[in-house]
């Protein structure tokens, strides 16, 4: 076995069906008494309903998370953070609402009680994202890393189907870069091979029945290790190619990794050959060779739509992005070839099967 360092991050989990009832008392055991509760407009009434259950814990409901957190709403959330004398922000939503509190949290220092709604990951990282002029920045801080997570898949039974699809998928690429991350190791790659498993046994079911709570429960645990994994361990090229399609093209985020990952993982199919077939038999397949197609079928499976220029890649996009990936890359097992990337963005663009 190669040497590796493994290092975990400090966070309380706690999981299951009806979890979130027990919000109150994990937030009386951290001695949490003025609690600003932060969602998205659409998630506003869930925020309220909460809040009723927080009775005087809570200070109010902050509903103005929107994606990729520009500046202009982070620091308007920070004024009434400061106002209301909050001592904890609780994220109740996905990745966009998460983005908000890690924003109050890195200029204040208010820690984070987070309760995903979605798959996205962010409440196990310590990466934050700001938007200023259209530009995104990004950092690591551990100030924003949540204390507290709690994973209630009942909550995520009104994750409408297709955004669920998206959202898992968006999970399963953390995980699959795990498995060739620079810094991979073992411990990660056994959560990343198990959270592989779960998503895809569990989101097909979702697709067809989106309130079955086993599958969903199946899906949160996967998306939670999924998340650990992106915390724990640098991403390579799939990431690089999906943080240039959204900065670049504003294309909606889970909905790009979903198309992506079947093209990265194929250009990778050769580079990590062990991690590529565990890969491929996570996947229910058994060869290295087929990455990006047992990708691509599941997307399929999965009605997730098949082509960048379906979710607003531009024509020139395949190139631009092949360019971009190649003049700034990230760390990936196989050096970055302009002409085979390109071909493949274009395959992206189209929707056809990587190979
Ligand atoms: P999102 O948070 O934008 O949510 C999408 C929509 O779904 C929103 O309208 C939201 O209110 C709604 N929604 C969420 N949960 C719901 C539920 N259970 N029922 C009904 N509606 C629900 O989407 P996302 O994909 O979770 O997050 C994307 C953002 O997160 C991007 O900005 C991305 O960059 C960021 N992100 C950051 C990290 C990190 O580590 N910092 C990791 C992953 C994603």
Known sequence: MNMFNYKALPINVH???????????????????????????????????????????????????VMHVPVEVAEQAILEADKLKVDCCLALGGGSTIGLAKAIALKTSIPIVAIPTTYAGSEMTTVYGLTENRLKTTGKDLKVLPKVVIYDPELTL???????????????????????????????SLMALESIRSLKDALPIIVQDPHNIEAREKATYGAWLAGICLGSVGMAIHHKICHTLGGTYNLPHAEAHAISLAYSVHYNRNADIEAMTQLAQALGGTDHQ?????????????????????????????????????DSPYYNPRAYDYAELEQLMQRAYQGLPPN
């Open 290 to 326: 087929q990455v990006g197609n047992l990708i691509y079928e599941l997307n399929q499976k999965l009605n997730i739509p098949l082509a960048l220029k379906d979710i607003g890649l531009p024509k020139e996009g395949p190139q631009t992005v092949a360019k971009i990936v190649c």
């Open 158 to 188: 009104t994750l409408p189907a297709k955004i669920s699809a998206c959202s898992g998928m968006n999970a399963m690429a953390h995980a699959v870069e795990a498995l060739y991350a620079q810094d991979k190791n073992p411990i990660i």
């Open 15 to 65: 999981f299951g069906q009806g979890r979130a009832k027990e919000t109150k008392n994990i937030l009386k055991e951290y001695n949490f008494a003025s609690v600003l509760i932060i969602t998205t407009p659409e998630q506003e009434a869930d925020g309220q309903k909460l809040a009723e259950q927080l009775g005087e814990l809570c200070v109010g409901v902050y509903p103005k998370a």
